[in-house]
């Protein structure tokens, strides 16, 4: 039985487009009007093969808001010459994500990239007061989402929301937040303190869950309900903390990208219900 409780029906639930990553944008927009979303997460490759102003126009003919654009960030490089293309490809993924009408980057911030973890750190850093100041005069937050510490040598330096939101504070540029996704920091012991500390900074707020035992590293996410995270009791949290925007559903998963895209969000939609 469907149980939605205090969190009413799922006007709130985004699809991320990497739910049903063989969709394009044009497929991706209508499955979800067919399917009566409101909100769609956007990835720059998609967007990049279906173009720019065609994937903008898309989304507004289907009714839908585009509750971010993923993905910036990937600052650590072994080279200086490297290290600025990163911050010029970011400012680009800025420009992206304005005229798409998102007001939100995700910024998945880099693994080692064969540097010494601190370094990689400090990189990510002053790559993102690089860019800070061009995201405020464009409109566009700056997501920083901390990913779960067995991507920290290839995808992400930065592993819990702590450290996410001690970045931001070092920072200090406004429009500097964090991304909360279930996925990455179901596990942290400190997860709620941080996620009352984060307050106004929270800028998105992912769904999936934690299969056990996970089939695959980077492939593994599962429907939600069908793992161990207490997707609901963090919801609590994040809506407490003064977040009310897209709860995004982002499954990285081979099983779920190979069904039928109408069935992937129509047991999406159950799901959010039932456990979101």
């Known amino acids: 039985m469907i149980v939605t409780r205090e969190f009413g029906d799922a006007g709130l639930l985004s699809l991320n487009q990497y739910t049903t990553h063989e969709w394009s944008v044009a497929e991706a927009a209508a499955g979800c009007a067919r399917a009566g979303l409101r909100h769609i997460g956007l990835w720059r490759d ?13 989304c507004t ?14 600052f650590p490089a072994a080279t200086e010459a490297q290290r600025r293309e990163k911050i010029a490809d970011n400012r680009l993924a800025i420009d992206e994500c304005a005229e798409l009408g998102s007001d939100t980057l995700v910024l998945v911030c880099g693994g080692m990239a064969g540097c010494p973890l601190d370094d990689a750190r400090r990189m990510v850093c002053d790559g993102i007061a690089a860019v800070a100041e ?3 005069r464009r409109g566009v937050r700056l997501g920083i989402e901390p990913l779960h510490p067995m991507f920290a040598a290839d995808r992400s330096v930065i592993n819990t929301l702590g450290q996410a939101l001690d970045l931001a504070d070092a920072i200090g540029a406004q429009g500097l937040g964090v991304i909360v996704d279930v ?7 400190g997860l709620f303190t941080q996620i009352e ?7 998105g707020f992912h769904v999936s869950d934690w299969l056990t035992p996970p089939p695959d590293v980077l492939l593994g996410r599962g429907m939600m309900g069908d793992g161990v995270i207490d997707i609901r009791r963090i919801r609590a949290a994040v809506q407490s903390a003064g977040y009310a925007g897209p709860i995004e559903c982002e499954i990285f998963n081979r099983k779920i ?14 799901r ?4 979101c």
């Not at 959010?272 to 456990?275: A, D, K, M, R, V």
Request: glycine share 12%.
């Open 46 to 58: 998609k967007v990049a093969e279906t173009g720019l102003a065609a994937s903008a126009r898309l």
């Open 61 to 74: 003919e289907n009714g839908l808001s585009v509750s971010s654009l993923c993905r910036g960030g990937m």
């Open 134 to 136: 061009y995201a405020s």
């Open 183 to 189: 996925y990455h920091v179901w596990w942290d012991p």
């Open 197 to 203: 500390r984060a307050g106004g900074r929270i800028f």
């Open 257 to 270: 990208w190979d069904t039928p895209g109408d069935e992937v969000l129509k047991l999406m939609k159950q």
């Open 272 to 275: 959010y219900l039932e456990c």
